[in-house]
């Protein structure tokens, strides 16, 4: 939901700034890309060949001291083309590797789009493509991007082969009704759901309060200032109890150490996707 991007240097703010008002979206990238050039990372996201990556996610004590696999801070990571960073990167290498985007006709549902896994997306084979957000105004970059929420999903049942739904549960309060929602949306069978959270290491239970509503205290408590909640080993346990069938991949085992690092993987980050049982599980009446 949040792009973590880096810091630019002092010379390369105003002059971005500049840019963005004046320059369309395209000649950004196609200036930033020469900007950028060089040899030193290929991005598996848009395919730049760049010179530098920036940081990403946050410094922060509760991150270190739970351990947070999937928000912390990692400092050769983001992009400076296309502002993907690792967590984009799973997303993508997880829909080629696994879901096999592509290989068959798939309705997508995408929460909080990211640009570059928006154009993916929509131009793999077969895909009828649906980005939303709570609020769409966030998202300009990602055309026909609407406004849906993901605690009342505006689509009839047994809608989607798959739901995209990356780092955004820890940002709503009632994460229990999304995730049941999401399975409603899901075709029985063949759905399937990517689920990814920050995750703590070091907690058996999810920490969460979504009456702070304090930035610096979600921020000391949450390790972000617009989470409500930190997960902990009980996520895979609250996506059984909304009626998921979970499944975890992790990366390194999956697909090897040399395939986590040629794709600049965070090689802790597993992915987390829930599956919608064929039959017996009734989606439960919302
Ligand atoms: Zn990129």
Redesign the pocket.
Known sequence: MLYTQGAMSETVIPLKAIAKHVLPRESRIVLRKAYYFGTRHT?T??G?RVRKYYPSGFDLPVLRELDVIGGEYRLDDT?P??W?HCRTRLVRAYLEREVRLGSRPMSVLHFAPEA?IAEFVRAAPGVTYDPVDLDPSRYVQVPGTRRADVTAIDRPNDSYDLVICNHVLEHVPDDGLAMREILRVLKPGVGMAMLQVPLSARLDRTIEDPSVSDVAERERRFGQFDHIRLYGADYTDRLASAGFTVDVVDPPVAWGQAVVDELGLNPREQVIAGRKPATGADTPDL
Request: aromatic share 0%; glycine share 12%; charged share 0%.
């Open positions: 991005c996201v848009c730049s992009c083309v296309c993907s570059g």
